[in-house]
């Protein structure tokens, strides 16, 4: 039966909602480099005349959002477990 196959899919993915709900979201890194720099006449110019940005990001969350986050998770995968 298609509908119990698709019942069962949803309760796995309900399952791993509520790993990633746990979860810390991965830093960004970003490195920003003009390819050539007519000034000095050179290519990838990684000098202190040349023109490069490093730019790290990581998204933090108030305190107790991830508790609540995984607590909504966890009841969106007991409904699933339900309408199976």
Known sequence: NL????GKLEVSASEGA???AGLWSNPSFLIEQNIYNPQTNR???FTKNGNTEWQI???FNIAGKYSK????AEKAKEAAQNNL
Not at 3 to 6: D, E, G, I, K, P
Not at 69 to 72: F, N, P
């Open 18 to 20: 509520v790993v990633q």
């Open 43 to 45: 290519a990838f110019d």
């Open 69 to 72: 986050q995984v607590r909504v």
């Open 3 to 6: 509908q119990l196959l698709a």
């Open 57 to 59: 990001q990581q998204l």
